[in-house]
């Protein structure tokens, strides 16, 4: 399915059908599952990849609130060290530890549902994009390499955005490059944070709940929930 | 030792002396380590605290991030009971163990450097407040259960200032509340993130590293680093 041919004249005209679909990346499309491999392949623990994740986020969501950029990648090789540093027996040295944890990110797969999932959201119509807070050259290589780079328009960063997501700053940035109101544009994400994010700033929002977890009380619910990425061009479509 | 034997007429006069000590509440002077044991007592497991506290967190960051207000509270319920529903026998029904380990927050120690490091450093003159992202009046409470409410000119939340530590509005606001220039003001606390905040908000800074831990750097360091509240009083009056 090429991008020309998705792109009707009929794009966005459905009543729920939002013009842009703009989609997180990480965990949301690209699933991060794999990492706990890589950490088992160098000595340390797998379960450790979930604690070095969060702590990333956490001190990335910190910065945000302080007003201040952060960098993914220098973040997370910086908060990557420190939790191999911190008290295990590496097979190999830290330096090539974190080497081969960091390549990781280059070979990442998307998840199951994303293969059959996003062709099926782009022949409804919608521009479909991404805004994540990493390199939006690395998520390009990833989905070039999963066969799906045509059906995006662009792959945009937080990183020229000045501020990470979930900042008003983020999501109007990729509003602007889109040239689109945030009120026809669907953020599409895993995260509730992210949800609640773009609710703030005047976007519809579709909740990826693979896991049937329970939305939180205390952020914005999403627009819509759904449990993959058909299930959301099912809810769509009707 | 009383409030008015330690404000001398010298206080804040010191080159490098501040005038006022503006002291995060948890995990800086409040010790949250108990909490573990109110997850076994449960029938839980004590590592999961970690987990919670630190999801606590994050959601709290990413509302702030999103330029919303977080309620400290609020959040820890409803993070506490969605990980406790997450798969355990408990030994109670959820809505006990939620009240048992809420409960925890009225019964807090406090680190065993404080008790002595705090009349250490109120002895040199300046005034002793505190900012934290929870309820003032729980931590006001735990101050006069250790006897040592009288140090302390008053305790201050994020909560009346609208947002979290660490937006800028979140130390603008205690600046306000004690009359003074962020200048003249040095935050203590053991979190890089609060550190970073209050630097960039134009405070000084004093960060407690207990555990001997390498300071992040992709935040603005602090001013002087202790490793105690009583080696920041002998570093604050050399």
């Known amino acids: 399915m090429s991008s020309a041919e998705v792109r009707t004249p009929t794009a966005g005209t459905a009543p729920h059908l939002p013009a842009v679909l703009l989609f997180d990346v990480y965990e949301t499309l690209v699933d991060l599952s794999s990492l706990g491999t890589r950490f088992t392949e160098v000595g340390a623990?797998?379960?450790?990849?979930?604690?070095?994740?969060?702590?990333?986020?956490?001190?990335?969501?910190?910065?945000?609130?302080?007003?201040?950029?952060?960098?993914?990648?220098?973040?997370?090789?910086?908060?990557?060290?420190?939790?191999?540093?911190?008290?295990?027996?590496?097979?190999?040295?830290?330096?090539?530890?974190?080497?081969?944890?960091?390549?990781?990110?280059?070979?990442?797969?998307?998840?199951?549902?994303?293969?059959?999932?996003?062709?099926?959201?782009?022949?409804?119509?919608?521009?479909?994009?991404?805004?994540?807070?990493?390199?939006?050259?690395?998520?390009?290589?990833?989905?070039?390499?999963?066969?799906?780079?045509?059906?995006f328009e662009q792959h945009l960063s937080t990183d020229d955005a000045g501020m990470w997501k979930p900042s008003p700053a983020a999501y109007a940035y990729a509003a602007g490059r889109c040239r689109s109101r945030p009120a026809a544009m669907m953020l599409v994400a895993?995260?509730?944070?992210?949800?609640?994010?773009?609710?703030?700033?005047?976007?519809?929002?579709?909740?990826?709940?693979?896991?049937?977890?329970?939305?939180?009380?205390y952020f914005h619910p999403p627009t819509v929930e759904a449990r993959s990425l058909n299930d959301l061009a099912e809810l769509l479509q009707s």
């Open 45 to 151: 623990v797998a379960q450790q990849a979930r604690t070095w994740l969060t702590h990333l986020l956490l001190d990335g969501m910190a910065l945000t609130a302080a007003r201040a950029q952060a960098h993914f990648g220098q973040l997370a090789e910086a908060t990557l060290r420190s939790h191999l540093e911190a008290g295990q027996n590496l097979s190999c040295t830290l330096d090539e530890a974190v080497t081969h944890i960091m390549g990781a990110f280059e070979e990442l797969d998307l998840h199951a549902d994303v293969t059959s999932g996003l062709p099926a959201l782009a022949a409804l119509g919608p521009r479909l994009v991404t805004l994540g807070n990493a390199d939006a050259a690395v998520s390009e290589r990833l989905f070039a390499r999963a066969g799906l780079a045509e059906l």
């Open 190 to 217: 895993v995260h509730p944070w992210d949800i609640n994010g773009a609710h703030l700033a005047g976007f519809r929002t579709a909740w990826i709940n693979r896991a049937g977890a329970t939305y939180p009380g």
